[in-house]
């Protein structure tokens, strides 16, 4: 099926992210920053992004998170990622109800991301999204 790489600081919600993107026989990298996910990026063919925003290190907002890596995706301008302007990106935050937050999911998609999502979020919810994204139909250059 689809290679899916999926940006998440969060362990639990990555494992669980992870079981259920394979149960339905996709193939998934799970990466802890955006540095990470730029390198599989760059290395293979990734057919979907699932990133979240905010990434912690040490209980403070690292720079290494979604906003950098869809950022990087977006950027015409850099030769080694313009194959990454047509991949789907599904962003998502849990910071949405924090004050001075409000608006991430805004930004992220206002940098590139195709669907965004609030978290916590049902496995129905980012399974719809996931399809949608990958349908053959679906045109990753329109938003």
Do not use: C
């Not at 990466?31 to 990026?41: I, K, M, Q």
């Not at 789907?88 to 940098?111: C, D």
Request: aromatic share 6%; hydrophobic share 45%.
């Amino acid at each position: 099926m689809a290679f899916i790489v999926i940006l998440e600081d969060d362990t639990e919600l990555a494992f669980d992210l992870t079981d259920l993107l394979e149960t339905r026989g996709h193939e998934v990298f799970w990466a802890r920053g955006a540095s990470e996910a730029l390198e599989v990026l760059k290395e293979r063919k990734v057919d979907l992004v699932i990133s979240d925003i905010f990434i912690y290190q040490k209980h403070e907002i690292a720079t290494d998170g979604g906003v950098s890596l869809i950022g990087a995706m977006r950027s015409p301008l850099q030769e080694d990622t313009k194959s990454m302007l047509s991949i789907p990106i599904i962003a998502m935050s849990g910071a949405v109800n924090k004050t001075g937050h409000r608006t991430i999911l805004n930004v992220a998609r206002s940098l590139g991301a195709h669907r965004v999502l609030n978290k916590p979020f049902s496995d129905k919810d980012m399974m719809s999204l996931v399809d949608e994204l990958l349908a053959p139909d679906f045109d990753a250059n329109q938003q």
